[in-house]
């Protein structure tokens, strides 16, 4: 069965009602990753709040199965528990919520809902220790708030660290390259390499190449003003490195 | 028999209580009914109380409180969890008991036992800290006030763990009036905790609760003053704090209003001597039919003196939060430093939020300011921890708690502050209980 299987999902803003998605289909089947490409304002962002349920969109066709339940029917937080994991192109600072506050209540939520006990405090310690080392998050980042006062780049390895405890089925990685310099990149590049897996999806979107050589995608897609215009093989990257999104102008029109 | 606190039906000579009470007494006693006749009850009229109304408390009969009821067996429910403090329990202002293992120079005891047993004690104190004329209220503890804890530390004397006060009202059979008054009073280069817990007891009738706090801190000294008003639905719980603190001192306070249908908290702080400061905390949260009125009052008496004041309240469907702060910055106050904060979250349409800041200030080389804000919870830090798979309620109770976070750091870490933000939390897991019923 595919993990996530998308059917010509139309999506528009609430405010206002501007169609942003005008049928996007995919299917990620278990084990695959797949990397989403395309120009500023194409609505890449969109299709990942949209399967994460962020509110502010409504779905105006089309529909969302993952592991063969209607996605679009959960809130958020139960698609989170569920196993999909949204890593944010702009996480959010919360003032006065701890990391390890946060991070564990999430772990535990997520063990409440599959009937298991709380996460031990000793286990809860030595992973996100773990985690944080491998991911190079100095613990000091760790007793800040949740994301405030990190730089741009410090806030992505977070996303990836947060993404390493949960261990989601599902991991939508939205523009988690940019801010990173060139050794941080290869350091996210192998944590999220470490959460491939047999049973794992992930869908990369990126504007750079360069990532997708850390992170082979199995299937690259362009998505062009709300559609997708083409999809291949990791090829299809190095075309559009080369060639840009201008031959696609007429596909979107 | 039972009164309406409209006309107080007594004479002037029927007023005083204890039959041995000290000329200086009866005399304030009074002074203060003459200024509660004069004003009655305050309404909306006054400026003082443009948004608080008692008009409720005339539809109710009380009684006042003779002082002879007991602890009922009300197991603690709503006080703060302090096994480690000293604690002295209070029905209806009576102490019931001290506690005992008091550190030498530190004296608590029950005021109507000093008033019969040693009043000239209480005679440089007892009444010195408002002008009553200013506040009916306050004017009518005088007149009425029976009972309440003395608490003495001597020059020099640190308090070696927190006092712990559990008010408890009590009214089995009907609504009553009480009208405790406290005093604490730190001489020079004293130091103490003074923790207050104020409850109901369960099935209690409506009470209107008129608590006057006189406190006194002396040079050099420092008092921190935490407290938490949990009153029961029907609690009306009205206290005025006066505080005077000399040359040095400090008054550290942080007031936690979780429970009470009306409460309305009046603290007037007197800087009175240079280097004086006082940093005032608090936090609130209402809902259904609840209203917290925050009235503050920094006096900078002399120059040199700081001021902080920093309230934060959440309002809830059908609760209503007021804050009125004020600080008066005399003639020769020069150097004052004065902050004023109030900052509102509104978690529900069906809420209300009144601020009036004032600033009064005659002396010209001062650094002052005020500011208020009212706000909800920010959706995007709502989406993100839904998004890591926290239910929605969890992720509400979190973000109360850290908007409420740089307030409750005035509580010191440890069984103290955990004791308060269990209180929050115990408030917080009531609205889940209410919305998932819904
Ligand atoms: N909350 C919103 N309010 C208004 N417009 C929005 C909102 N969210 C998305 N849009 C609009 O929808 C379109 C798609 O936005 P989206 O963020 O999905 O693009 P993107 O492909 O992720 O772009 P980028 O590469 O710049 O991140 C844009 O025109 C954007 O302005
Ligand atoms: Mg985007």
Known sequence: ???????????????????????????????????????????????????????????????????????????????????????????????????????????????????????EALEFLKRMKANAKALGVVEDMLKRPVNVGFSGGEKKRAEVLQMAMLEPRLCLLDETDSGLDIDALRVVADGVNALRGPDRG???????????????????????????????????????????????????? | MTETLDLIP??????????????????????????????????????????????????????????TLGLSDWGGRGALDLPDAHTVTLVNGRPV???????????????AHLLETEPDLLTPYLGR???????????????????GLVVLVAPGVALDRPLHMISVTEAPDHARHIHPRHLVVLGAGADATLVESRVTAPGAAPT????????????????????????????????????????????????????GR??????????????????????????????????????????????????????????RGVFQGKTLVRRDAQRSDG????????????????TKPELEIYADDVKCGHGATVGELDADQLFYLMARGITEADARALLVEAFLDDVVEAVPEGALRDAFLDAVRAWQARRHAVTWQA
Request: hydrophobic content about 45%; aromatic content about 4%.
């Open chain 1, 202 to 253: 992930m869908l990369v979107i990126t504007h750079y190449q360069r990532l997708l050589d850390y992170i082979v995608p199995d299937v690259v897609h362009v998505l062009v003003d709300g559609r997708i215009v083409k999809s291949g093989d990791k090829a299809l990257a190095l075309d559009l490195e080369a060639h840009g999104y201008a031959q696609f102008a007429g596909a979107a029109a």
């Open chain 1, 1 to 119: 069965m595919a993990l996530l299987e998308i059917t010509d999902l139309h999506a528009a803003l609430e405010d206002g009602g501007k169609p942003i998605l005008k049928g996007v289909s995919l299917t990620i089947r278990p084990g695959e990753v797949h990397a989403v490409m395309g120009p500023n304002g194409a609505g890449k962002s969109t299709l990942s709040n949209v399967i994460a349920g962020r509110p502010g969109f409504v779905v105006t066709g089309g529909s969302v199965t993952y592991d063969g339940q209607d996605l679009l029917a959960l809130d958020a937080d139960a698609r989170a528990r569920a196993g999909v994991f949204l890593a944010f192109q702009y996480p959010v600072e919360i003032p006065g919520v701890a990391t390890a506050t946060f991070l564990k209540t999430a772990i535990n939520a997520r063990r409440k809902a599959a009937g298991e006990p709380e996460i």
């Open chain 2, 97 to 111: 008991g001290v506690p005992d293992a008091l550190p030498v120079g530190v004296r608590v005891a029950s005021l």
């Open chain 2, 208 to 259: 209107l609760t008129n608590m006057v706090t006189d406190m006194v801190v002396g040079e050099r000294a420092r008092l921190r003053h935490l407290s938490l008003a949990n009153g029961g639905a029907e609690a009306v719980d009205l206290g005025l704090t006066t505080v005077t603190v000399g040359a040095e001192a400090a008054y550290d306070a942080f007031t936690l209003t979780l429970g």
């Open chain 2, 10 to 67: 007594l004479a002037p000579d029927e007023v005083t209580l204890g039959v041995n009470e000290p000329a200086w007494l009866a005399d304030l006693r009074r002074a203060g009914l003459s200024v509660y006749r004069g004003q009655g009850l305050p309404t909306v009229r006054v400026e003082a109380w443009k948004y608080t109304s008692l008009a409720g408390l005339r539809k109710i009969d009380h009684v006042r409180d003779d002082g």
């Open chain 2, 129 to 147: 800290g408002a002008d009553l004329s200013d506040t009916p209220m306050g004017a009518l503890n005088a007149a009425l006030m029976a009972d």
């Open chain 2, 262 to 319: 009306l409460v309305r908290h009046e603290g007037c702080v007197r800087l009175a001597g240079a280097g004086a400061e006082t940093r005032l905390r608090g936090a609130y949260g209402v809902r259904e039919a609840q209203h917290v009125d925050t009235t503050l009052r920094v006096d900078h008496a002399v120059a040199d003196t700081t001021s902080d004041q920093v309230f934060k309240g959440v309002v809830d469907a059908g609760g």
């Open chain 2, 339 to 354: 902050g004023q904060l109030h900052k509102a979250l509104v978690l529900s349409r069906d809420a209300e939020v009144y």
